[in-house]
Antibody
Framework: EVQLVQSGAEVKKPGAAVKISCKVS????????MHWIQQAPGKGLEWMGL????????MYPEKFQGRVTITADTSTGTAYMALSGLRSEDTAVYYC?????????WGQGTQVTVSS | DIQMTQSPSSVSASVGDRVAITCRAS??????LAWYQQKPGKAPKVLIS???SLERGVPSRFSGSGSGTDFTLTISSLLPEDFATYYC?????????FGQGTKVEIK
């Protein structure tokens, strides 16, 4: 059974950074890119970027470029998403997901709350 | 970036109704579109990939069609468990972009 298990909820102050993990099981980690998606309260889904676990290459949209860093540790089958310079608008649920045809699986989501 | 425009943003329907949700891409994306269902407090779940390919385990009342710029998700006969929010996602190019979502509500 494929599982993506994310780390727990975080509360951060404005200006701080957060790092969320996503541990996979049930498939070969290097077979699929790992994507991260943001969902603000009551809002839609926004793609934050991806990492190719096979070679560590990343892609980020302009909106998050410079603030987000996505990495992959093949020794543990874990992907990470770090977001810096947190502001109130970053309060959201963050998902990791494979988004691959035939291998489309999502983590359970991690709530990040940014509050002073 | 490719913009994905979904319509309607919400629809009120009854059990047994047929519902169609459309997604329009700002440029041609071939068949590279997926549809997701999201229930409150849960991660999205893929229903359809490659515009019309039903994912394993997804009921046949869900179907997808379209290519190029215009796509449709159809639920042939709504069941209570289908009341949720639906999103399209283009997987043709980067950055990946989602539609803004369609909430299917109980009339």
């Amino acid at each position: 059974e494929v599982q993506l298990v994310q780390s727990g909820a975080e509360v951060k102050k404005p200006g701080a950074a957060v790092k969320i993990s996503c541990k996979v099981s049930g498939y070969t980690f290097t077979l699929s890119h790992m994507h991260w998606i943001q969902q603000a309260p009551g809002k839609g889904l926004e793609w934050m970027g991806l990492v190719d676990p096979e070679n560590g290459k990343t892609m980020y949209p302009e909106k998050f470029q410079g603030r987000v860093t996505i990495t992959a540790d093949t020794s543990t089958g874990t992907a990470y998403m770090a977001l810096s310079g947190l502001r109130s608008e970053d309060t959201a649920v963050y998902y990791c997901a494979t988004l691959a045809r035939g291998l489309d699986y999502w983590g359970q989501g991690t709530q990040v709350t940014v509050s002073s | 970036d490719i913009q994905m425009t979904q319509s309607p943003s919400s629809v009120s329907a009854s059990v047994g109704d047929r519902v169609a949700i459309t997604c329009r891409a700002s440029q041609g994306i071939g068949i590279w579109l997926a549809w997701y269902q999201q229930k409150p407090g849960k991660a999205p779940k893929v229903l359809i990939s490659a515009a019309s390919s039903l994912e394993r385990g997804v009921p046949s009342r869900f179907s997808g069609s379209g290519s190029g710029t215009d796509f449709t998700l159809t639920i042939s006969s709504l069941l209570p468990e289908d009341f949720a929010t639906y999103y399209c996602l283009q997987v043709y190019s980067f950055p990946r972009t989602f539609g803004q979502g369609t909430k299917v509500e109980i009339k």
